[in-house]
C-alpha cells in the first residue's frame, strides 16, 4: 500500500513536471541540462521531467514603460526637465533571456541617453516645435541595440517639458509682446485698408460727379444748338414768307408803309426815355429817302422773274 501511494505520488510529479500549458501571448524559454533548447508556443506543452525546465517567462504583449524624468541640456545651454514613456515588444524569447541580464533596464537606460543626445543637436525653441522628430530619432537610436536583447521598439512619446521658471517667464513675455506686436500691425493694417477704402470711395464719386457734370453741359450745348437752329430755320422761315409777299402786287408798298412805321416807333422810343437828348432830322425828307433806299435794296435782293 505505501508502494502505490509512493508510486503515486511521483507518477503526479512526472505528470505535473512535463506538461505545461502556456497561456496566448506568452513565450516560455526552456532550457534541457542548463542549455538552451526551444521555446514553448502557447497551448499544451510535454518537457521531460527532471531534464527540462522552464528558465524564463515573456510576455508577448505590447509593454509600456515609465521613462523617468530627467535634465537635459539644449544647443544653447538651456537646462530641460523631461519625462516620457516607451512601448515595445518582445519579438525574440531566446534573444530577450539571454542578450541582456535585464532587457527593462537596459532599453530605460538607453531611453533615456538618446534623449539626452537628441535634446543637446537641439535649441531650447525647436524642442517644443520638433516633438515628432524627437520621437523618431529616440525610437530609431533604442531599435538598432534593442535587436540584440529580442526587444522591438515601438514609438516614444514625450509626456513633458519644463523649462526653468526663468526661462518659461521669459517664453511669457516674448510671446505677449509678440501678440501684441500683431495686434498693432493689424490695427494698423484696418486703419491703412479704412484709408483706402475712403480713398477709392472719393475717387470714384469724383469720378461720377465729373460725369455727370460733363453730361449735363453736352446736353445743355445740344439743347443752345438745337434751340439756335430751330430759331435760324424760323427766322430763314420768316424771310422767304416775307420775300415771298413782296413779290405778291401791293407787297411793295406795304414793305414801305412797315419801314415808315418802324422808324417813327424808333424816334418815339428814344424820346420817351429820360436823360436823352434826341437830334430830329431838320429834313423830313431825309426820312423819305432812307426808306426809299431801303426799298432799292430789297428789290436788288428780290430774284428777277
Known amino acids: 500500500m505505501e508502494i502505490a501511494v509512493v508510486l503515486f505520488v511521483v507518477a503526479v510529479i512526472f505528470i505535473a513536471r512535463s506538461i505545461k500549458v502556456v497561456p496566448q501571448q506568452h513565450a516560455w524559454v526552456v532550457e534541457r541540462l542548463g542549455r538552451y533548447h526551444g521555446t514553448l508556443s502557447p497551448g499544451l506543452n510535454f518537457l521531460v521531467p527532471f531534464v ?25 545651454n538651456t537646462q530641460l526637465q523631461v519625462d516620457g514613456i516607451l512601448y515595445f515588444q518582445v519579438t525574440d524569447p531566446m534573444r530577450a533571456s539571454y542578450g541582456s541580464s535585464n532587457y527593462i533596464v537596459a532599453v530605460t537606460q538607453l531611453a533615456q541617453t538618446s534623449l539626452r543626445s537628441v535634446i543637446g543637436k537641439l535649441e531650447l525653441d525647436k524642442t517644443f516645435e520638433e516633438r515628432d522628430i524627437i520621437n523618431a530619432q529616440i525610437v530609431q537610436a533604442i531599435d538598432e541595440a534593442a535587436l540584440n536583447w529580442g526587444v522591438k521598439v515601438l514609438r516614444y512619446e514625450i509626456k513633458d517639458l519644463t523649462p526653468p521658471k526663468e526661462i518659461l517667464h521669459a517664453m511669457q513675455s516674448q510671446i505677449t509682446a509678440e501678440r501684441e506686436k500683431r495686434a498693432l500691425i493689424a490695427a494698423s493694417e484696418g486703419r491703412r485698408q479704412e484709408q483706402i477704402n475712403i480713398a477709392t470711395g472719393e475717387r470714384e464719386a469724383s469720378i461720377a460727379r465729373s460725369e455727370g457734370e460733363k453730361q449735363a453741359d453736352i446736353n445743355q450745348a445740344q439743347g443752345q444748338a438745337a434751340a439756335i437752329i430751330a430759331v435760324a430755320q424760323a427766322k430763314a422761315q420768316a424771310i422767304r414768307q416775307i420775300a415771298e409777299a413782296i413779290r405778291q402786287p401791293g407787297g411793295e408798298q406795304a414793305v414801305q408803309l412797315e419801314v415808315a412805321e418802324k422808324a417813327v416807333d424808333a424816334f418815339r422810343n428814344v424820346a420817351n426815355e429820360s436823360q436823352t437828348t434826341l437830334i430830329v432830322p431838320g429834313n423830313m425828307g431825309e426820312v423819305s429817302a432812307l426808306i426809299a433806299s431801303a426799298m432799292k435794296m430789297v428789290q436788288a435782293s428780290r430774284p428777277k422773274d
Open 52 to 76: 527540462d525546465k522552464v528558465a524564463y517567462r515573456h510576455s508577448l504583449k505590447e509593454i509600456p514603460l515609465d521613462v523617468p524624468s530627467q535634465v537635459c541640456i539644449t544647443r544653447d
